[in-house]
């Protein structure tokens, strides 16, 4: 609903000839899951979106890269769960706040390791000139069978986001509008579906 622009700028075609999800101890995660993106299908997206913070109409627009993963990404695209790089999730939160964020090494949405997923990865392109240095994130679809009666279906949709903002944006008023603003989008696309 806080989307004020959408914009495709390109459209990319998934390619045949793409290559394994396997993983290769020879080649850094980064450059594996950054060759693998480049065959899936996806989009360049020019979006503005726009919000009311304290009072004051703020806008803040990325030029993100968006693909498709149908068979969820491999796992060395992601941070690990509970443990990376000898810290657990709540430390490396606690101590976060000064670290760089790396391309194409996305945050985990939650899912049940036992089911299947589909992913659609986005991150801002590198010359983005908007408001965040960077921005990277991961919707995560999964089935969820016998949650419902036959026919009907349920599916699970989380979503994780990393975001590294400019350094003239207040960071506290935006984090807490941005987490607002989550939940509201998740609720206007499980409303949208529903229908």
């Not at 945050?107 to 960077?134: C, H, K, N, W, Y």
Request: hydrophobic letters at 35%.
């Amino acid at each position: 609903p806080n989307l004020v622009v959408n914009e495709v700028l390109e459209t990319y075609e998934s390619d045949a000839s793409a290559p394994s999800n396997a993983y290769d101890p020879n080649k850094p995660d980064e450059a594996q899951c950054k060759e693998i993106s480049t065959h899936m299908r996806g989009a360049k997206l020019r979006q503005v979106g726009g919000a009311k913070v304290v009072g004051i109409n703020f806008s803040a627009r990325t030029t993100l890269e968006v693909r498709e993963w149908p068979q969820g990404m491999p796992d060395f695209a992601h941070y690990a769960d509970e443990v990376y790089e000898g810290k657990s999730r709540d430390k490396r939160a606690r101590e976060g706040k000064g670290l760089k964020l790396k391309r194409y090494r996305f945050p985990r949405p939650f899912a049940l390791s036992s089911l299947p997923t589909r992913d659609i990865s986005m991150q801002s392109v590198e010359d983005d000139d908007g408001e965040f240095r960077m921005y990277q994130g991961v919707w995560r679809m999964q089935p969820l069978p016998g949650c419902v009666p036959p026919p009907e279906q349920a599916m699970r949709l989380t979503y994780a986001v990393e975001i590294s903002p400019r350094p003239y944006l207040p960071v506290a008023l935006v984090e807490g509008r941005i987490a607002q603003d989550l939940c509201t989008n998740l609720r206007a696309i499980r409303d949208h579906v529903s229908t």
